[in-house]
């Protein structure tokens, strides 16, 4: 309990990271910092935390995912108070659960996968789970939400479990939730109740789900009433007051366009499509239903549709790209240093406008 009697309460955010059948999204950086709608995926789940009011959480990380950890020591953008608890052997989700929840003394834990973005609001799962008495609460999604007569079908990747829930996972091996944990507890005769959620959590998987992700968020923010911080909106876009978009541009359907980036004479983006801090669309080029990374840049008349551009990458003038993910080979020695946020720019392709013109 703390001092005003209420019991305390825990986030633990399963952020360990495993390889994609060796993709190259893979290999640019661990999935919880993935960039959803400009944001590291992570980030969505402890907003969702923070909203309810949990204050401390242990994020649970893997070899594959200490970079984790230093990136969040390190811009400290969150308002929660993080520890961190790195698996040493493959323990599995609950296991993982378990072993961080030895350092707390809550009595309530939120777990959650840090690669889906909660769209169920925090405070009426936990409502669920106080009125039902429940020692864990599973936030559960129908297959088809339209269809309320059928039966919840899957878990969410959240859960809210009592301590003495975690103290029945095994102090070895691998334990996951929903293939140990829980039938455990039902045999155990304990209480599991259901929370079912209204709309799906995105979930990040696989390069596909990873664009689904981002199409779905940003149409999210285009829905708001409100811009976020340092947005104008523009029709279904919102652009970033740092960007520059020539009045012959045009932006079709949800777009987010971030810091510094730039939209050149009959430059289109058709949404749901992402541009990362300094990304640059040339003259005549098409980005369609595509998550451009920072510093990305598509050269003149080239048609980017349903891609991911890595950091740094350029799509060479003409190009056709359908589905593919680039990844950059040479970063500063092919690309105009001005899309680093320098002043100096480097001529490339011959098209490149001097600084004064931009």
């Given at each position: 309990?703390?001092?005003?009697?209420?019991?305390?309460?825990?986030?633990i955010?399963?952020?360990g990271?495993?390889?994609?059948?060796?993709?190259?999204?893979?290999?640019?950086?661990?999935?919880?910092?993935?960039?959803?709608?400009?944001?590291?995926?992570?980030?969505?789940t402890?907003?969702?935390?923070?909203?309810?009011?949990?204050?401390?959480?242990?994020?649970?990380?893997?070899?594959?995912?200490?970079?984790?950890?230093g990136?969040?020591?390190?811009?400290?953008?969150?308002?929660?108070?993080?520890?961190?608890?790195?698996?040493?052997?493959p323990?599995?989700p609950?296991?993982?659960?378990?072993?961080?929840?030895?350092?707390s003394?809550?009595?309530?834990?939120?777990?959650?996968?840090?690669?889906?973005?909660p769209?169920?609001p925090?405070?009426?799962?936990?409502?669920?789970?106080?009125?039902?008495?429940?020692?864990?609460?599973?936030?559960?999604?129908?297959?088809?939400?339209?269809?309320?007569?059928?039966?919840?079908s899957?878990?969410?990747?959240?859960?809210?479990?009592?301590?003495?829930?975690?103290?029945?996972?095994?102090?070895?091996?691998?334990?996951?939730?929903?293939?140990?944990?829980?039938?455990?507890?039902y045999?155990a005769?304990?209480?599991?109740?259901?929370?079912?959620?209204?709309?799906?959590?995105?979930?990040?998987?696989?390069?596909?789900?990873?664009?689904?992700?981002?199409?779905?968020?940003?149409?999210?923010?285009?829905?708001?009433?409100?811009?976020?911080?340092?947005?104008?909106?523009?029709?279904?876009?919102l652009?970033?007051?740092?960007?520059?978009?020539?009045?012959s541009?045009?932006?079709?359907?949800p777009?987010?366009?971030?810091?510094?980036?730039?939209?050149?004479q009959?430059?289109?983006v058709?949404?749901?499509?992402?541009?990362?801090?300094?990304?640059?669309?040339?003259?005549?080029?098409v980005?369609a239903?595509?998550?451009?990374w920072?510093?990305?840049?598509?050269?003149?008349?080239?048609?980017?549709?349903?891609?991911?551009?890595?950091?740094?990458?350029?799509?060479?003038?003409?190009?056709?790209?359908c589905?593919?993910?680039?990844?950059?080979v040479?970063?500063?020695?092919?690309l105009p240093?001005?899309?680093?946020?320098r002043?100096t720019?480097?001529?490339y392709?011959?098209?490149?406008p001097?600084?004064e013109?931009?």
């Amino acid at each position: 309990m703390d001092s005003g009697g209420r019991r305390r309460i825990q986030g633990i955010v399963l952020a360990g990271s495993f390889p994609w059948n060796d993709s190259q999204l893979d290999r640019l950086r661990p999935r919880p910092l993935l960039p959803v709608a400009l944001q590291p995926l992570i980030s969505y789940t402890f907003r969702w935390l923070q909203t309810s009011g949990v204050e401390d959480a242990v994020v649970c990380l893997n070899h594959a995912s200490r970079q984790v950890r230093g990136v969040l020591e390190a811009t400290e953008a969150e308002r929660l108070r993080l520890a961190f608890h790195e698996d040493q052997m493959p323990r599995g989700p609950a296991g993982c659960a378990r072993d961080a929840s030895l350092v707390s003394d809550a009595d309530t834990f939120v777990v959650a996968d840090s690669n889906a973005i909660p769209t169920v609001p925090l405070a009426d799962v936990l409502e669920t789970h106080r009125a039902s008495g429940a020692v864990a609460t599973v936030v559960v999604e129908r297959e088809n939400p339209r269809e309320w007569s059928l039966r919840p079908s899957r878990p969410s990747g959240m859960y809210v479990f009592e301590r003495r829930a975690l103290e029945q996972v095994p102090a070895g091996g691998f334990q996951d939730i929903k293939e140990n944990l829980i039938p455990h507890l039902y045999r155990a005769g304990e209480h599991v109740a259901a929370h079912v959620a209204r709309l799906r959590a995105p979930r990040v998987r696989s390069a596909k789900t990873y664009v689904d992700a981002n199409y779905l968020t940003v149409a999210s923010l285009i829905e708001r009433a409100e811009a976020p911080t340092g947005y104008v909106r523009c029709g279904e876009a919102l652009v970033h007051a740092s960007a520059h978009v020539h009045p012959s541009a045009r932006l079709l359907g949800p777009v987010l366009v971030g810091p510094d980036c730039l939209l050149m004479q009959h430059a289109t983006v058709v949404g749901p499509s992402v541009l990362g801090h300094g990304s640059t669309v040339a003259p005549d080029a098409v980005l369609a239903r595509s998550v451009a990374w920072n510093a990305a840049l598509v050269g003149p008349k080239a048609i980017v549709d349903g891609c991911i551009l890595g950091d740094d990458v350029v799509i060479e003038p003409n190009t056709r790209l359908c589905g593919e993910i680039r990844v950059a080979v040479r970063r500063a020695e092919v690309l105009p240093r001005a899309l680093a946020g320098r002043t100096t720019i480097r001529p490339y392709f011959g098209w490149w406008p001097k600084p004064e013109t931009r």
